[in-house]
């Protein structure tokens, strides 16, 4: 199946504006909190000339002043990586968290930046986002301030894509739908989305939506 006819299905089941036309296009856009979030399928260009493909969900949040908020996904580098590079001592200006920075569950297990340590402590304090986090651990949290004056933040996520989208084995595969038995599932393309698909956006949108509390939860 194709991005396109997955995002089909889920609008048919969910709602949402729908825009789609050609092959892998698809835009699909909820309101949430009187905001909207769009998801749709990127690429951008990779280190060797190959082309990098993620879903990726957006939405807009209003803060009292910018901030950026970097939350890489577990496999990016193991938890000992990640406490040798907090440990040295000339990257406080990259924005690393420190060792000691607290929810382990989370930071020991991802690489984490942020401008501003008190806000991102109130921000991971967040039991929802942290649950979300761990429903989502190859998936990417980005929060960064947009143009103009206005203190307008773009929170993102963003979750890599394998091979031909959903047809080779990966997280967002289709290729080897099976029932609660370890049957293959022989089903319709409809059904097929419906089984591994939609679980698999639902965690995906849930992490830009507890995202967007935990921001909101508080003052700066």
């Not at 050609?22 to 909207?36: A, K």
């Not at 807009?60 to 939350?71: F, R």
């Not at 420190?98 to 989370?106: A, H, N, Q, W």
């Not at 293959?184 to 089984?195: I, K």
Request: aromatic share 10%; proline share 6%.
């Amino acid at each position: 199946m194709s991005w396109n006819e997955c995002l089909y299905q889920y609008h048919k089941k969910y709602g949402g504006q729908l825009l789609a036309g050609g092959s892998d296009d698809g835009l699909l856009v909820f309101t949430w909190r009187d905001r909207p979030l769009a998801v749709d399928l990127s690429a951008e260009g990779g280190a060797r000339g190959g082309t990098f493909r993620y879903v990726r969900a957006r939405i807009p949040v209003a803060l009292d002043k910018p901030y950026s908020l970097t939350i890489g996904p577990k496999k990016l580098l193991s938890g000992g990586v990640n406490a040798v590079l907090r440990a040295v001592p000339s990257l406080p200006e990259t924005g690393l968290l420190p060792s000691d920075f607290g929810f382990p569950e989370i930071t020991r297990q991802r690489l984490i930046r942020s401008d501003n340590y008190d806000f991102t402590k109130l921000v991971l304090g967040s039991l929802d986002l942290r649950s979300a986090l761990l429903a989502c651990p190859e998936d990417r949290v980005k929060v960064r301030p947009g143009p103009g004056e206005e203190s307008l933040i773009t929170v993102s996520t963003a979750s890599p894509v394998s091979g031909g989208i959903f047809d080779d084995d990966g997280d967002w595969s289709l290729s080897d739908v099976t029932d609660t038995a370890g049957q293959r599932v022989a089903g319709s393309a409809a059904q097929q989305a419906e089984l591994a698909f939609f679980p698999r956006l639902d965690r995906f949108l849930n992490l830009a939506r507890t995202a967007y509390d935990a921001l909101t939860q508080w003052r700066m």
